[in-house]
């Protein structure tokens, strides 16, 4: 069965801390693994990725892609309390088309 | 720009009848897709919508369907609502499709009753 799984399910730091949320996937067909951030409503992007071993960044976010042992890392360093929201990691690949599968999320709170 | 609008925004049925829900995208982009939001099963993939075709569908009863017009809009159909359909409906739009940047509408929140 293909299935994303998202660790840890929620996490609490002060500001100023180093988190990795981790997103592992057993999916046939791999295509690319997308990071979003949900805090009110609606995801907003933060990443793409289709390549093992290729930091993507942005400002004090990044994220990293195995496809060897399946699995990426979004790390965010320096929290700040506008970095509370549930982190959701998505996996995209082919099935008679293309089909996408959400892990449940990470919850992050970031307390001053 | 003008971000993806949903309507309504939120909505009350009662089972067994019939509900369409309306995303209009960013001006340019071409690709709707449509996603269920559900405390218990998270975030889940419906369809994708890309110049009026059908691209890409997930693993949800023929109940569920959808349609893309000519000026990318895109409207959602569920038919014989049941309670478990009561959700957060989500579309997001792209300009090429779901593995490149999307774009999120508000929402629809939907209750079966």
């Known amino acids: 069965e293909d299935k994303v799984v998202q660790s840890p399910l929620s996490l609490v730091v002060h500001e100023g801390d180093t988190v990795t949320l981790n997103c592992s996937y057993e999916v046939t067909n791999f295509r690319s693994l997308l990071w979003y951030k949900q805090e009110k409503k609606a995801p907003t992007f933060l990443f793409m990725l289709t390549s093992s071993g290729i930091e993507k960044k942005s400002g004090r976010l990044s994220s990293i892609l195995d496809k060897k042992e399946l699995f990426s890392i979004l790390n965010i360093t320096a929290t700040q309390t506008g970095d509370s929201a549930v982190y959701l990691c998505?996996?995209?690949?082919?099935?008679?088309?293309?089909?996408?599968?959400f892990g449940k999320g990470t919850t992050l709170s970031v307390s001053s | 720009k003008a971000g993806v609008t949903q309507t309504p925004r939120y909505l009350i049925k009662t089972r067994g009848q019939q509900v369409t829900l309306s995303c209009s995208p960013i001006s340019g982009h071409r690709s709707v897709s449509w996603y269920q939001q559900t405390p218990g099963q998270g975030l889940q993939f419906l369809f994708e919508?890309?110049?009026?075709?059908?691209?890409n569908k997930g693993n949800f009863p023929g109940r569920f369907s959808g349609r893309q017009f000519s000026n990318s809009r895109s409207e959602m159909n569920v038919s014989t609502l049941e309670l478990g359909d009561s959700a957060l409906y989500l579309c997001?739009?792209?300009?090429?499709?779901?593995?490149?940047?999307?774009?999120f509408g508000p929402g629809t929140r939907l209750t079966v009753t």
């Open positions: 997001a739009s792209s300009l090429w499709g779901t593995s490149y940047e999307q774009y």
């Open positions: 919508y890309f110049s009026e075709t059908q691209r």
């Open positions: 998505a996996v995209e690949f082919n099935q008679a088309g293309t089909a996408l599968i």
